[in-house]
Nanobody
Framework: QVQLVESGGGSVQAGGSLRVSCAASGYVNRMYCLGWFRQAPGKEREGVARRRTYNGGTVYGESVEGRFTIWLDDAKNTLYLEMNSLKPEDSAMYYC????????????????WGQGTQVTVSS
């Protein structure tokens, strides 16, 4: 099992930056992927970014490519999402998640989830 706890959300103006963090514990090294998702009210959950744990390979959603960066501090077992050039449409609850196998990783169908942290971008 893996436990995930997000932090660092908040409010920022459009064009600004924000970093959210996810402290992971448990069998993190057995997970194929760690990633970030988001969900805004009335919208479907969206995969934002994922990172393979064994080779560091990353994939980003089209809407955040070039603006967001995902990385993992192995020593701290903490996953980060650096968000730049934020837009009001980036406002959502951001969730950290882990995938226990490659198929779940590839399909963005993760099986361990944190509680989420709110990000609000004002225009």
């Amino acid at each position: 099992q893996v436990q995930l706890v997000e932090s660092g959300g908040g409010s920022v103006q459009a064009g600004g930056s924000l970093r959210v963090s996810c402290a992971a514990s448990g069998y993190v090294n057995r997970m194929y992927c760690l990633g970030w998702f988001r969900q805004a009210p009335g919208k479907e959950r969206e995969g934002v970014a994922r990172r393979r744990t064994y080779n560091g390979g990353t994939v980003y959603g089209e809407s955040v490519e070039g603006r967001f960066t995902i990385w993992l501090d192995d020593a701290k077992n903490t996953l980060y999402l650096e968000m730049n050039s934020l837009k009001p449409e980036d406002s959502a609850m951001y969730y950290c998640a882990a995938a226990s196998d490659n198929l779940r990783c590839l399909s963005f169908d993760f099986d361990y989830w944190g509680q989420g942290t709110q990000v609000t971008v004002s225009s």
